[in-house]
Structure formats: C-alpha cells, structure tokens
C-alpha cells in the first residue's frame, strides 16, 4: 500500500514515550545531586514523585494541543497547592495564607540550607527544593522535548536545574563527578535518540545510527575515566559554591568562657548538672581558634583545611565523622550559666533539647571543625539537652609530628617569643620534644594566682599580648591562672610552627555536678594526621602560689642562654622537598608529577581526535551551500582512506583520486557534475549521496582487520 508507514520510520507514540522515560532520567539524575545535602530517602521520594507527575503533566497537555504555557501553568499552580502545606508544617488549607506562606517559604529555604550543616532532615519546607528541581528537570524538559524538533533543546531546563543544585551544594569532588558524567551520559543519548528519529521522519532510518550511539557512549565514558584520573576523590576545594558567599554568624565579638574565667572560677556555683560522661573527662565549652592581639575568640573559616570550619544550624543529625568511644551524654543547665556557649564532648553526631524547649534546636549552631556548639539566645535555667558524640579526646606526647597548616601571619607577630623559646627548646630533637621543653620551663618558673588578695591585684586578668609578654612570660615573677598560660601556650606552639588553639570547658567530677571550681582551660595542638591533640593544663600550668616576700615590681626575665650554648628557634618540622625549589629532590618530584600526568594527557587525545573527526564529519554533512556537501562527502571517503592507509594523492582531481580507490569512479564523476553543474541542487540528492559514501565505507572498514579500523579512528594525519 502507498499510503503505508515505512517499517522503519518511528511512530509518534514511540517518540513520546522515550523523551518521557528519558526526560524522568535526565531528572532523576540531576535529583542525586541533593544526596550530600538530605538525610534519609524524603527528599528523593518527594522529588521523583513530582518529575513523574510533571512528565505525566507535560504529555496530556501535548496530547490535548495545548502549548508549553499551558504546562507551565498548570505546574506552577500544583506546585502552590503543595508548597503551602509544606512550608506551614500542616496539611490544614486556609486559603490565600497558605499560598503566600508557600511562596515565602519557597524563598527562605534556600538560605536554611546554605545555613545548615549537612545532612538537612528531609521534612516540611526544607523538602521544597527537591521538588522544584523535579519539576523544572522533569516537566519543563518534557515539554521542550514534545514541543522542539532541535534535538539539544530539551537540555536545557536539565542543565540550569544540575547547576542550580551544585551551587546549593557541598564540596564533594565524588558527588560532583558522578553526576555530571552520569549526566553527561543522559545527555548524549538523549541527543542521538532525538536526533535519529528527528533525521527519520524526514529522510527515512540512518544505518549507521547504532555505531554514532555507541562511539559517543564510549567518549562520554572517556572523558568519565579522564576525569576520575584528574580529579581523584579530594574534596573540589576551588570549586564555588553559594554557601561560601553566604556571611555565617557573626560569633567572633561574643565574651567566651575565657574572658570571664575569673569570675566562673571564683563564684564556684553550680553551673552544669552533666550524665553519661564518666568522672575526669573533660566538658567542652568553646575552642578558641583565632588570636588578634587582644584575645582569643571563636571564628568562622579559621580552618585553612576544610570547608565546614563555620557556625551554622544543624538538623537532627550532624555529618560529622571521627574515631573514638560513642558517648550519649544529657546536659542539664542552672540559671549560673548565663551565657550562650552549649557545652559538648568531641564530634556531635546528633543533638537535642527536651520538653518544652525542643524548639531551641533551630536555633543552635554548630562548628564540627572546633567542636564548639553555640545558642545566640542563651540557655535558661533547668534547660535541658541530649547529645550523642564521639570522644575525640587524645592526649599529645613528644612523637606527634605537628601539622604545617599553622597561621603564618600570627606566627609573624610573636617574634617577641623568640626568646621564651630559643632558651627553654635548648636540646630538643624534635618539635614536639621542644615545645614539650618549653611547657615544662614555664611550669617550672611559673607561679598560680586569680589576683584576690590585696597584694595580688595586681596580676590582672586578660590575655592581650601586653598581659602574656611583659607581664607574665618575660617578668619576674611569672604569674597568672589558667587563661594567661594557655593563652601563652597557644601561642608559644604558634610561633614554634605548630597549629594550636586554646579550649576552654571543665573537667567533670564524679557526682557530674559542674561547678565554677571544675572549669579549666587547655590547649589543642593539631597532629600531621589532622587531628588535634590535648595538652592538659597540668603540662604548662604551675599550681605554686607566688612568694609574698616578692611582691615588690615586675623584673625582666633573664633569658639568655648559656656562653657555650647558641640560641636557636627549633623548626616545628624538617624541611620538605615542597619547600624547596631546587635541587635533585624537586627535580625527581617534577619529573614524578609528569609521568603522572602523562596518561591523563593520552587518554585526552584518544578522546579529542575521534570527536574532532565527529564535528568535521558534522561540519561536512550540514554545510550550507548544497554544492559543498558534495565535496564534503568526496572529502571524508579519501580521508578515510588516508587513515586506513591508503596512499590517495591529496593534490590529484577527483577521478585521479578514484583511480586510487577502486570502484569510486562514479562517485568522484557524480560529484563534480552536481559541484561544477549550473543547475540548482536538491538537499535530499546531496543526503542520497551521502548515504552511498557511506556505504562505501563500510566496504573499506569491513575489508580491513578491526585493529586498523582502530588505529583510523585514532590518525591525527588527516586533521591537518
């Protein structure tokens, strides 16, 4: 019958259903991209259910002769049916203010999440963007697929939806790089099946579709391996992300533990009631990470070595790894603790508070980076909260080697340290052997006072740079309590190259009754393996109260070493080949990094020149001037040719060149009359043409062992 589809034309019914099941992969793809940012399975469940329902959406409306508005509409009005619900916390429906807590809760989720450190509990509002993602990759991606005949156009809602979601996101190269190939994949198939039956309906079914399917499957997973070789599994560090623009809370100018020590120490009130943490174990209140000169204080991006160093809120759980004894730990607070530090113990992985104050946990803000918790609003009496964490706490010895991510501008700023150093390091082997001789001098020298009696006043409390220098570390007698030696240690262990930081908390007695007697303040050193270390308070801290009969002025220390000894600042490390630009070191380091670099640079161009040969072939094909895709055709047959190794004269006319070639003289006649004729040219005759080059091909690629068809694909020659 005339009138009979061609067996091998696709129906339109065929078409519609593979951008609706590619259109739901596409988005489904791009969905995984939450999966650093979601606890549990809601936000997946949330989100496929509506690409599916959008896609389902996107195909009636087609079906019914509507138009892509139409869609967009009727997305648009489900999404603020669900939307209200959602972002009230309540299935209860009451009319316009539901729609507009819908659209303000649409608005304000993305800033709770830019806000929250992963993973979010996926429930109420914060299941909003999952949902819009779903849509927009699933339903507005459908709509452009059944609407457009250009085969790239339904891309695009795809790609703004997986950009959006990576700049939302965490810095996880992993994460990052199996999406994007995963979607890269989708995109490339989604492009060949679209193309193909876009190129059917007009000029019947291509025979060589199945072998472009497969060659651009096999570059996408090329550039796949090119990029798992490139990138590894460390964490993206330059890639941006809009939580790194994003100003956390301002926590730098609130009064920590430590500028009030004093007065904590000496009221000696019950402050904390503490369960689940066995007696002489050390309670948390704030790591101290940032010095200016006048204090240590809490900060944000103090952390030169990751990327969740902030105060930000936390859900039910806190992604927070560690190694150490699980501890479940209840926190009950007295009206003594009146101020907003949360006391905790290591890496919180869940924290919550009971009864009637459950609704403090979303305002509490956590840094998993100085394990310091923090509730602007302060705690009330008798407030009560839970905690699960793992005991992180592990004492320093002298075999630790400390870290090299130190604050080289603080180091900078105490040389007026040098001394302290150079004379109590005299004989250390190592620099944790150094600074452990530096303790133990201080200690020694040292003497123990808050300041209360009369004749004591004048040993002041703060830790300014003044207080530790001139009047603690460099003057005769030494005195002070814990907030001047740890605060002087820190920075001792600072300007000896290793990274410290001063922790202020207490150490719980047995009946875990906290009292103002029992806060304490240590220093942290962080180890080369990146954790950090306690040095108690014992280590540096002398417990001798001063002599009275020396109560007179301040003298200047003496600290010059011995005749016979040269005064030498120990190195917090032994210098490293990075640190190091010349010498035979470098050299085989530099020559190391190119021979890692050399199968990268390989498998590149494997991939760069079959896709260059690809976009030639495309340039040929679709040339605007009919004429040209003649000589395009004759064009690719003699560089296949060349690339299988045929020597074909380059600078010889077209039937001296079939000369060469066998059996394609009426090819090479056929183009030169269309390209030299007067009449115009049919399209459809240059496709026709096209389609016996082709099968010409295939004569020579099947004439011809599979490992040189290979090495065809992969010859540069011909690109020149």
Known sequence: MSGARPASTPTRTDGVLADAVLALLASGVVLLAWQPTYAGSGWWIAGLSASFLAVMVAVAVRD????????????????????????????????????????????????????????????GPTLLPPILTGLVSGGFAATLALGSRRPAVPLVPVALALGAVLLV?????????????????????????????????????????RRRTVVALVVVALCGAASLRL????????????????????????????????????????????????????????????????????????????????????????????????????????????????????????????????????????????????????????????????????????RVEGSAAYDEELRDRLQVLDEVVSYWSIGAYT?????????????????????????????????????????????????????????????????????????????????????????????????????????????????????????????????????????????????QPADREDGPDADRDRGAAWWLLLPSVLLLLVVAVPAAKWVRRRRRLRSRRVSARYAGAWDELVDHARDLGVDVPVSAARPGQAAVLEGTLPLALEADRRIYGAGDLDPGDADAFWELVRAELREMDAAVPRWRRVLALLDPRTLR
């Open 431 to 575: 620099p944790m052997d150094a600074l452990s001789k530096v303790a133990e001098g201080i200690r020694k020298v040292g003497r123990y006072s808050h300041g209360v009696e009369p004749w004591e006043q004048r040993f002041e409390s703060g830790h300014d740079l003044r207080r530790l220098t001139d009047e603690f570390l460099l003057t005769v007698p030494t005195v002070g309590d814990e907030e001047q030696y740890a605060a002087a240690m820190a920075l001792l262990a600072t300007r000896m190259r290793i990274p410290a930081r001063v922790v202020v908390g207490a150490v719980v007695p047995r009946d875990g009754a906290v009292r103002g007697s029992d806060v304490t303040a240590w220093v942290e050193i962080r180890a080369e393996d990146g954790t950090w270390r306690t040095i108690p308070a014992e280590v540096f801290m002398s417990r001798k109260p001063p002599d009275r009969l020396t109560a007179g002025g301040p003298v200047d220390r003496d600290y010059q070493p011995p005749s016979d000894v040269e005064p030498q600042l120990p190195d917090a490390r032994p210098e």
């Open 169 to 209: 996101g965490q810095h996880q190269a992993a994460s990052v790089l199996g999406v994007g190939v995963g979607a890269g994949a989708v995109a490339v198939v989604w492009l060949q099946v679209r193309a193909a039956r876009l190129e059917a309906e007009e000029i019947g079914r291509d025979p060589a579709r």
């Open 64 to 123: 019914a002769g509507g138009g892509g508005e139409v869609v967009t509409l009727g997305l648009f009005a489900g999404y603020l049916v669900v939307a209200g619900p959602l972002a009230r916390g309540s299935l209860a429906v009451e009319g316009w203010d539901t729609v507009t807590d819908g659209i303000r809760g649409s608005w304000e989720v993305w800033h709770q999440l830019l806000t929250t450190h992963p993973p979010v509990t996926a429930a």
């Open 231 to 398: 990138v590894g599994g460390d964490p993206v560090e330059d890639r941006y992300v809009l939580r790194d623009g994003v100003r956390p809370f301002a926590v730098s100018g609130i009064v920590t533990p430590l500028d009030s020590l004093r007065d904590l120490v000496l009221s000696d009130r019950k402050l904390l009631q503490v369960d689940g943490l066995p007696a002489g174990h050390r309670l948390r209140f704030v790591a101290l990470d940032r010095y200016d000169g006048q204090s240590w204080t809490a900060d944000n991006d103090t952390d030169p070595v990751r990327d969740d160093d902030r105060f930000l809120h936390v859900s039910e759980t806190v992604e927070n790894p560690a190694a150490g004894e699980v501890r479940e730990v209840t926190v009950r607070a007295t009206r003594y603790w009146d101020r907003p530090w949360v006391p905790t113990v290591g890496a919180v992985q869940s924290l919550g508070f009971q009864g009637s104050d459950a609704d403090l946990g979303s305002d509490l803000l956590y840094n998993p980076a100085t394990q310091s918790a923090l509730l602007p609003g302060g705690l009330d009496a008798d407030v009560r909260y839970a905690f699960t964490a793992i005991d992180t706490d592990r004492l320093a010895d002298r």
